[in-house]
């Protein structure tokens, strides 16, 4: 439990600006993303069945000790686009955030598709 604590507080502060629009994914390396009242990292490593994406978000609105962690992993193969999303608030303008990664070639981009 403290193990999660822990790596939901890293990953918190080290959040940055979200993830600009068409940011090229670089292996291994994290990036910050940003979706509305979720925040966090992703990544991709080459394996032999494609592109793995991996994002893991923790909710910034949450009032207990240990947010809600969400993670999205999947894999992609050539020309493959997979999107992630938070419908908008209750009562708000009700538009969703959402994030594409896309495979094209040997790279892997990272877009707000709002």
Known sequence: MRSTLLATAALLSSLAAPAAR???LEAAKPI?????TFRGTAYYTPTKDGYR???TLA???SGSDQPPVIRL???LNADQTV????PGALGA???ETTIA???RGDRIDVASAD
């Open 101 to 103: 990664f896309s495979r």
């Open 83 to 86: 999107h992630l999303s938070v």
């Open 73 to 75: 992993i999947t894999t």
């Open 32 to 36: 910050s993303i940003d979706l509305a």
């Open 53 to 55: 994406v991996v994002a």
């Open 22 to 24: 068409a940011t090229e």
């Open 93 to 95: 303008d009700g538009r």
């Open 59 to 61: 909710s910034v609105n």
